[in-house]
């Protein structure tokens, strides 16, 4: 019993992790620009489909390929944020929300043509064995998913409190007038949300390819999840976003375990409408206060 607990904890943990990466992106720009992004599940896709392409067409190395992989799709959420979001600046709430869905399935066709209709795969950075330790299984690509998303999560955490440029990105995303007022560039800092946002989706979709197949509908799963564990940790909030994914994924896999597979969609987003009852703020809210 306490291997196969231990055995579905680790399995929640690795996908929680992915959800937390999707759940940060969808936060970053939730935070800047108040902007619900519906086209970050092909983000997520196209960084698949590019680390495959760098990887498996290309033949780079797996650590060269993330690189490029985070770093082009940086610069796609640059260009998103040029086309989309700039022009839409200011703009109804239905409106942004409606154009990045278009967007969506427009980037969707666009894989479709690019890549074939056909599955995909992306090798893992260790090969398929696994370590048994105490009857667990334990799988290094796993390992590096839970490894690398806390190193990032850690950095992620100093760099906005601890750096000029990080404490600028906050201060425009709690209170954009006093911020432009104390001369700090509104729309260079969301443009370095946008971007930083694109990357982490790029990271998400290269990290989860060796786990599935790579697909032109692999991404909308995985946002779907990302927004679960946004709703579930608190809208806005970054630690809320880290702390509801693993809540999902964890959830998502011991129901699978002890209830069935077949429902395991079913309980994440259960978990959502509770939330909403119990907690409408989500479980660990940003804390905001003002002083008059």
């Not at 939730?30 to 092909?42: L, R």
């Not at 334990?138 to 839970?146: Q, T």
């Not at 969609?265 to 907690?279: C, K, Y």
């Amino acid at each position: 019993m306490l291997q196969t607990l231990l055995q579905v904890a680790l399995t929640g943990a690795t996908m929680g992790c992915i959800y937390a990466l999707v759940a940060l992106g969808f936060t970053l720009t939730i935070a800047a620009a108040g902007v619900v992004n519906f086209a970050y599940s092909e983000w997520v896709t196209y960084g698949a489909y590019i680390g495959v392409t760098l990887v498996a067409v290309l033949g780079l190395p797996l650590w060269l390929g993330l690189l490029l992989t985070v770093m082009l799709c940086a610069v796609l959420g640059y260009g998103f944020q040029l086309v989309v979001f700039a022009p839409l600046e200011g703009k109804h709430f239905l409106t942004t929300v409606s154009a990045t869905i278009g967007v969506a399935l427009a980037m969707q066709a666009a894989a479709t043509l690019i890549w074939g209709p056909y599955a995909l795969t992306l090798p893992t950075f260790f090969g398929s064995g696994s370590l048994t330790i105490g009857g667990v299984a334990l799988f290094p690509h796993s390992l590096l998913i839970v490894g690398m998303t806390v190193v990032l999560i850690a950095a992620m955490q100093l760099a906005l409190t601890r750096t000029d440029i990080g404490l600028r990105l906050q201060a425009a995303a709690q209170d954009p007038v006093a911020a432009r007022l104390m001369g700090i560039p509104i729309r260079r800092m969301r443009t370095l949300a946008y971007c930083l946002s694109a990357a982490l989706a790029g990271l998400a979709g290269f990290m989860v390819a060796p786990l599935f197949v790579v697909t032109t509908t692999m991404g909308f799963g995985l946002m779907l999840k990302g927004f679960a564990a946004t709703i579930v940790g608190g809208w806005g909030s970054l630690k809320g976003a880290v702390l509801g994914g693993l809540a999902v994924g964890l959830i998502e896999a011991f129901g699978a375990a002890y209830l069935s597979s077949e429902y395991k969609d079913s309980i994440a987003f259960a978990m959502i409408v509770v939330v909403l009852l119990l907690r409408p703020s989500g479980l660990f809210p940003e804390r905001i206060a003002e002083k008059f």
